[in-house]
């Protein structure tokens, strides 16, 4: 979300008609994208070979680019910035429902209106509106600009210029004009080949993203805050010259696939929808609440993406090893290193999540003699300055040596009075960003909007590829050999002052989400990546 009082156009709207302008935004939203349900009856029901499921369609019913309008703390998260900054109401629901509502707010745009949120919620929610980041959203994203600035903050270009005639679907395949007809009848448009959609540059559109603090003033005339760029970490790496976004958040199966199950032949590139990434927290919540906000995918949908998601997670994120271990008396030292195995920082995209050190050292009897990063039932951590006090911020460390002290990679960022904040119309900078640097990236000629903040900067064993901290212990006096020590990198999508900060808003949204957050923080973690060593 770019939340700036001067709201960037976000579609360039080639020929808006003047029936556009006055068309309903319902009636317009419907005939300009055409909605998930009528696409998913032909490109679901789809197997491998071996008889993987691969399903356009349910897959991507059960993800996050379908829930991005019905997410409990995106909800929240607006209506806190609309409640600190009222006068901006209309201009932060507009550029909210940019990349979580495109399909309404596109229409809204073209009719000359705004996006709204809430509006389109309740008390009949606008279909266009809750099937958030749909088939027919990224299918019509033109070639044209893509990986431009101006294609930042949702700055995608969609062809309304040929009002009179069916959309056209963009899709990386060829298909002979029978097939296109089928399309037609089935859903009002027709398939064009285009290879862009396989880009990065096309997640860049809403995946690389900034804002513009309020708190400064009316205008909003503080620098750009980069809320979330993956796509310019991305490019900052080596992954840049051999993997795409699509390569590894939508992998292909190694066997030809069909992409319709209606007179679909098998194809090679057919690329996965599930759209993988690292929220396996929020896909439990929309899960277990999906009644309550209207998720259309099953329960048994959304399980089978919960354990892709901590699959990705465990087997695409990062490595963890001890080394140099040793002991003298009482004194324990030894290296854990964190590969980071990500085409990103790791974590990344939006500022809320997290990542950090959970390292114990047992001895003979089973014994627990030394413990930093645990975390606690309602998902804070022990020894976390930020988790404590919302004033303050755990530091980068190069060595550990005291129990209080916990490796955390995170982003923290201030207000102009230099306050810690977790409010996007409020922060101006980043204190603190050592989140774990992907291969290649040279942290010494990045550029200001993926640098590193803080300590970070400094350390010669944080580098591109991950990091090396040092823990030196004093073991108690009762410690038997041999000890057993245990480092493992565990990872959070919502920190606990992220979602604790929202406490003083009362409002219904705040409030829901921090109803489920409570009853599911305990299981808000998971751990990435794990190593193990014995020292006698």
Known sequence: MRLQIVCILVAVIAGTSARGQDEPHAALAARLFPTSEQCIACHSGIHTASGEDVSIGYAWRASMMASSALDPYWHAGVRREVMDYPQAEDAIEDTCSTCHMPMARFAAVASNGRGRVFANLAPEPAPAAVDGVSCSVCHQIEAEGLGTEASFDGGFTVDLSASGQPRRMFGPHDVDPGLQTLMQSASGAVQAQATHLRESELCATCHTLYTHALSVGEEGVADALPEQVPYLEWLASDYRETRSCQSCHMPEPAEQVPISSVLGAPRPGFSRHDFRGGNAFMLGILSRHRGELGVQALPQELDAAIARTKAFLAESTARVGID????????????????????????????????????????????????????????????????????????????????????????????????????????????????????????????????????????????????????????????????????????????????????????????????????????????????????D
């Open 324 to 535: 140099s271990a040793a002991r003298a008396g009482r004194e324990l030292a030894f290296d854990v290193a964190i590969e980071n195995l990500a085409g990103h920082k790791f974590p990344t995209a939006y500022p809320s999540r997290r990542a950090w050190l959970h390292v114990t050292v047992t001895d003979a009897n089973g014994e627990l003699v030394f413990e930093s990063g645990a975390m606690r039932a309602d998902g804070s951590i022990v020894g976390n300055a930020n988790d404590d006090d919302a004033s303050l911020f755990e530091p980068h460390y190069r060595e550990i040596t005291s129990a209080d002290q916990v490796q955390i990679y995170e982003p923290i960022m201030v207000g102009p009075d230099g306050r810690v904040t977790t409010g996007l119309l409020t922060a101006v900078r980043y204190v603190k960003d050592n989140r774990l640097l992907p291969a290649g990236f040279d942290k010494a000629t990045a550029s200001r909007d993926v640098a590193v903040q803080g300590a970070a900067r400094d350390d010669p064993d944080f580098t591109g590829g991950g990091d090396r901290v040092r823990y030196a212990v004093t073991l108690p006096a009762t410690a038997r050999a041999p000890l057993r020590v245990r480092a493992e990198l565990a990872f959070q999508t919502i920190g606990h002052r992220w979602a604790n900060n929202l406490r003083g808003y009362r409002a219904p949204e705040p409030e829901r989400f921090l109803r489920y957050y409570d009853a599911a923080a305990a299981g808000s973690a998971m751990g990435i990546a794990a190593a193990a060593a014995v020292v």
